[in-house]
């Protein structure tokens, strides 16, 4: 059964817009989230993370939204950019379990179009 | 400043034939080590991390076997591939033992087995 989830497998945004991406997950007891960004034949990159404690964490035109009554991350890109297309992962891991506990979601394909 | 490199970056194999992926990490010491495969339409899985020389944890029941015979050396191994495991392979490292574990990802190797 998923632990993370990203049920929107691809996302297509005009430039200039805002780029939301979605990520939903199961165990309360998760207590840092992030997202990385991957582009073709290669290495995901991290981008940005947040702790449970907090609800909101922002770098430049990114900024991460946790709900976590709800169980649910988001990360929103404004104002995307063509070279934003790529495929977004959620991550989700928790203090105290073993070094291997970061749990990654299937990704969302993002295209910003000129 | 901390490097990772992986090897090789692309490789076809026949069915039943040996496979021998390696990643090294530059820059840093006693580095967390992991392997993740991508396979297609799918998302990130851990299949090993270490956390010392020696130390190898397995995620999933697989083909595949890891060593760490090094500190910053992480290898993975197969003796007889299966057609199954074509994918992308992703080598990353890890020092960060706040909590959020960031990882930080090689190039990736991709995978054909035919």
């Known amino acids: 059964d998923q632990q993370v989830k990203q049920n929107s497998p691809s996302l297509s945004v005009q430039e200039g817009r805002i780029s939301i991406l979605n990520c939903d997950y199961t165990n309360s007891m998760f207590d840092y989230f992030l997202w990385y960004k991957k582009y073709p034949a290669e290495g995901p990159t991290f981008l940005i993370s947040i702790s449970s404690i907090k609800d909101k964490n922002e770098d430049g035109r990114f900024t991460v939204f946790l709900n976590k009554s709800a169980k649910h991350l988001s990360l929103h890109i404004v104002p995307s950019q063509p070279g934003d297309s790529a495929v977004y992962f959620c991550?989700?891991?928790?203090?105290?379990?073993?070094?291997?506990?970061?749990?990654f979601g299937k990704g969302t394909k993002l295209s910003v179009k000129p | 400043s901390q490097t990772i490199h992986q090897w090789p970056a692309t490789l076809v194999q026949p069915v039943g034939s040996p496979l021998s992926l390696e990643c090294t990490v530059e820059g840093t010491s006693n580095p967390n080590l992991y392997w993740y495969r991508q396979a297609a339409g799918r998302g990130l899985q851990l299949l090993f991390y270490?956390?010392?020389?020696?130390?190898i944890s397995s995620e999933v029941p697989q083909n595949l076997s890891a060593s760490r015979p090094q500190d910053r050396q992480f290898i993975l191994s197969s003796k007889k591939l299966l057609l199954s495991d074509s994918g992308f392979y992703l080598c990353?490292?890890?020092?960060?033992?706040?909590?959020?574990?960031?990882?930080?990802f090689g190039a990736g190797s991709r995978l054909t087995v035919l």
């Open positions: 270490s956390v010392g020389i020696g130390q």
């Open positions: 991550a989700v891991t928790y203090y105290g379990g073993s070094q291997g506990n970061l749990i």
């Open positions: 990353a490292w890890s020092g960060d033992n706040s909590g959020a574990n960031v990882l930080t």
